[in-house]
């Protein structure tokens, strides 16, 4: 019963560092999603995935891409790491684009 | 901007007592959802209510929705320790995506 499994759970980069956010569901889920949460602000929507296949941008897309590997993986990349992508990375999926979303647990990513 | 904003922000109550939660929206949307994030966890699905519904229960949990004012409500009956959380409403926008408001933080004292 794993659901949305998202690694690694932290992680601490230097500004211009790169690195690739992991997400997977077992639960054949054809939408996926990547959120960010900062204090006071919600969760918001980087990029997501309304099928395999198709990847589309959100609300804050900028420093980001992603890749949706199979309909299992979704995986979120920073290029260049800055300051301001200090966050709380959340991972989510559904079956249908209408219905409610599972989340993974997180990846707290520091800047530095 | 945020679709949905969450009132109040913050608010702390006593076990026993119900807890209500205010979301208001700004577009015409296809559902709303409510979500709980427990400290340092991810989120979790509550509950679903769709446009063409206007009450809805699970459990503990009542949800209204009013869409000629734009606002839902969650209300959380005989509350526990066990219910402290965020509380997330989130809009189902455009069909394809969520958009979740700040939240509100909910402290049941014990």
């Known amino acids: 019963n794993a659901g949305v499994t998202q690694t690694p759970k932290f992680q601490v980069l230097k500004t211009g560092q790169s690195m690739t956010l992991q997400c997977a569901q077992d639960m054949n889920h054809n939408s996926m999603y990547w959120y960010r949460q900062d204090p006071g602000m919600g969760l918001r929507l980087i990029y997501y995935s309304a099928s395999e296949g198709t990847t589309d941008k959100g609300e804050v897309p900028n420093g980001y891409n992603v890749s949706r590997l199979n309909k299992r993986e979704f995986s979120l990349r920073l290029e260049s790491a800055a300051p301001s992508q200090t966050s709380v990375y959340f991972c989510?999926?559904?079956?249908?684009?209408?219905?409610?979303?599972?989340f993974g647990s997180g990846t707290r990513l520091t800047v530095v | 901007s945020q679709q949905g904003e969450e009132d109040p922000q913050a608010l702390s109550i006593q076990e026993g007592e119900n807890a209500t939660m205010n979301c208001s929206y700004k577009t015409s949307i296809n559902n709303l959802q409510w979500y709980r994030q427990n400290s340092g966890r991810g989120l979790v699905h509550l509950i679903l209510?769709?446009?063409?519904?206007r009450e809805k229960h699970s459990g503990r949990l009542r949800v209204t929705l009013d869409t000629s004012k734009k606002s839902s409500s969650l209300l959380i009956t005989a509350s526990r320790a066990a219910d402290t959380a965020s509380y997330f409403c989130a809009t189902d926008v455009q069909g394809n995506k969520l958009v979740f408001g700040a939240g509100t933080i909910l402290r049941v004292k014990s």
């Open positions: 989510a999926s559904t079956l249908s684009v209408r219905g409610g979303y599972t």
């Open positions: 209510i769709r446009s063409n519904e």
